[in-house]
């Protein structure tokens, strides 16, 4: 079965500090790729995802992803976080025609003015 | 688009209580999921339809748990009868019939059970 696994369960960084979150999963062939964030009390919602093209994908908020398909990754990035990205992180992989994901255990970060 | 919409937002119900939690889809969503997020367990998939069908509930914990899906705008998740440890946020979410499309989830409904 699937399995998609987030390295970092919880992340400290303080304004304008980069950040890096970890995604890998453990599908060998064709997958689709997402990453959700949750606001504190809010539901999920999509940041950005990668079905194919271009392996480094920008979404909202000046988040960024990169595909690396010999490493079964899909980490998140953002070069200067705010106060505000202080969430939680979803990585989820749908393998190619699947319509059902399968999310990460998510990734707590917490960004310090 | 009005997204998907969940109600009630939170509920208070004492154990042994029945409850019933809804979700309208985003129209025109042929899959519909039901998850439940706790702080012990992450986001756990409970059952999921494809137009209006059943078609994996493996991830439903008990048989005090049930989900039905009548129509393609409506969809309820029952527990009864509820357990304190059922207290969890619950989402539903939806999406079209493809594997590059994202879910759309709604706000969730926060359950405590006393």
Known sequence: AQSVSQHNHHVILSEAASLEL???????????????????????????????????????????????????????????????????????????????????????????P | DAGVIQSPRHEVTEMGQEVTLRCKPISGHDYLFWYRQTMMRGLELLIYFNNNVPIDDSGMPEDRFSAKMPNASFS?????????????????????SASNQPQHFGDGTRLSIL
Do not use: M
């Open chain 2, 76 to 96: 309820t998740l029952k527990i009864q009868p509820s357990e304190p440890r059922d207290s969890a946020v619950y989402f539903c979410a939806s999406s079209l």
């Open chain 1, 22 to 112: 970890g995604c890998n999963y453990s599908y060998g062939g064709t997958v689709n790729l997402f990453w959700y964030v949750q606001y504190p009390g809010q539901h999920l919602q999509l940041l950005l995802k990668y079905f194919s093209g271009d392996p480094l994908v920008k979404g909202i908020k000046g988040f960024e992803a990169e595909f690396i398909k010999s490493k079964f990754s899909f980490n998140l990035r953002k070069p200067s976080v705010q106060w505000s990205d202080t969430a939680e992180y979803f990585c989820a992989v749908k393998e190619g025609g699947s319509y059902i994901p399968t999310f990460g255990r998510g990734t707590s970060l917490i960004v310090h």
